[in-house]
Each structure stands twice: as C-alpha cells, then as structure tokens.
C-alpha cells in the first residue's frame, strides 16, 4: 500500500498515537527520524536519531532500547517518521518476532506504508 492510499485517520487511535509521538520526537531536535513503539502493556517509548562521531543510532533502535531498559517483554506496535523511501526494521524483528506492525509515515504525517517484521 503507498501513502497514497492509506491516511493517518485510516490507522487505529493508537497506532496514529505513535505517528504523533513520533513526529514530536523528531521535531524536538530536527532529527533525520523519530520513532515510537507501543509495549506488550501499552505503554508507549519516542525516541529520536542519534547521530555522533562516537555512537549511531537509528530512532526505531533507541525506542526499542529504551522499552527493553524499562523491562518490557514485548512489542505491539511500532511507526517511523522520516523522509526516507525505507526503514530498517531488524530491531523490531530481533526483539519482538515477525508480525509487528510498523508504520513508516512521512515527515507530514502522511502514512507511507505499514509494514510488518
């Protein structure tokens, strides 16, 4: 499915909750992406990329370190906001198993594509 044909308001309220989070995370710092990802419990983890000479990190692996440093045993569901034409989703895959949702949705809003470990 392109973002053509699938929207922000076409995504269950708690999947576009971690779009907006997402969005916020990468706003507050002007990174190249934010992520969320949503735990087994609900609860949710943002995180943006971070871009060092000594340390990289993609946004989608910082919010899953963080969940993983908070003791969760899961992953729901997870987005990625970036203008990027893909994500990289072996984190989730690694820790959360196939079948994740992962949205992949623009800086805009605009969902791209939702793509599953």
Do not use: W
């Not at 060092?52 to 370190?65: G, H, K, P, R, Y």
């Not at 079948?99 to 939702?114: C, F, K, L, M, S």
């Amino acid at each position: 499915m392109n973002f053509l044909e699938l929207f922000l308001s076409d995504l269950s309220a708690e999947d576009a909750k971690l779009v907006t989070l997402a969005r916020a995370a990468r706003a507050r710092t002007r990174a190249a992406e934010g992520a969320a990802v949503r735990d087994s419990d609900g609860r949710t983890y943002a995180a943006c990329t971070v871009a060092l000479d000594t340390v990289e990190l993609t946004a989608l692996q910082l919010a899953v370190a963080m969940a993983l440093s908070s003791g969760v045993k899961g992953l729901e569901a997870a987005a990625v906001v970036t203008d990027a034409e893909s994500v990289n989703i072996d984190v989730v895959r690694y820790f959360a198993g196939a079948n994740i949702p992962v949205v992949h949705a623009q800086g805009t809003g605009e969902v791209r594509d939702v793509v599953h470990s």
